[in-house]
């Protein structure tokens, strides 16, 4: 999804990403069977992010290098996404402003929105081995202070 979006109309774009959305289950199921079954337990919590960004960091030594293997890495990415999406909520949708940096990528519409496909690149910049899960950590947490601040504020007034 990120090579070609550059020259395509707005409308194009949203095409290609409804596409993409649509083939979500079949891209991630595809993925998972990479996995010998009973060996690798990959369920959408947050600690098998540690093993995917193993996966990621044994696999990849430079972000070019997952730049070449686009559907390998568009499977991690949409993995981790849904990860984050089951544990957040939220939607996916396509970033449209060109003054972004995840402009023409899926993102999680949060507060502070995630794209998938730049934490993929930042594990392998980072080599921290804990990057992934740490950011959904730090998502839950800072959902559960914006629902606490909400309640705080309607209990006041």
């Given at each position: 999804?990120?090579?070609?979006?550059?020259?395509?109309?707005?409308?194009?774009?949203?095409?290609?990403?409804?596409?993409?959305?649509?083939?979500?289950?079949?891209?991630?199921?595809?993925?998972?069977?990479?996995?010998?079954?009973?060996?690798?337990?990959?369920?959408?919590?947050?600690?098998?992010?540690?093993?995917?960004?193993k996966?990621?960091l044994?696999?990849?030594?430079?972000?070019?290098?997952?730049?070449?293997?686009?559907?390998?890495?568009?499977e991690?990415?949409?993995?981790?996404?849904?990860?984050?999406?089951?544990?957040?909520?939220?939607?996916?949708?396509?970033?449209l402003?060109?003054?972004?940096?995840y402009?023409?990528?899926?993102?999680?519409?949060?507060?502070?929105?995630?794209?998938?496909?730049?934490?993929?690149?930042?594990?392998?910049?980072?080599?921290?081995?804990?990057?992934?899960?740490?950011?959904?950590?730090?998502?839950?947490?800072?959902?559960?202070?914006?629902?606490?601040?909400?309640?705080?504020?309607?209990?006041?007034?």
């Amino acid at each position: 999804m990120t090579g070609t979006m550059h020259q395509k109309t707005t409308g194009q774009r949203e095409e290609s990403f409804q596409y993409w959305l649509m083939n979500m289950e079949d891209s991630i199921s595809k993925f998972l069977s990479k996995f010998e079954k009973g060996t690798t337990i990959l369920d959408y919590s947050i600690a098998p992010l540690d093993i995917i960004e193993k996966l990621i960091l044994d696999s990849f030594d430079t972000i070019d290098e997952i730049n070449r293997d686009k559907s390998f890495y568009d499977e991690l990415a949409r993995y981790t996404g849904e990860t984050f999406r089951r544990r957040l909520g939220g939607n996916w949708k396509l970033d449209l402003d060109i003054t972004s940096a995840y402009y023409n990528l899926p993102v999680l519409d949060y507060a502070t929105p995630v794209c998938p496909h730049k934490l993929i690149t930042a594990c392998i910049s980072r080599k921290e081995g804990s990057f992934l899960s740490d950011v959904l950590m730090g998502s839950i947490r800072e959902e559960l202070l914006r629902k606490q601040s909400e309640r705080t504020s309607k209990t006041a007034a």
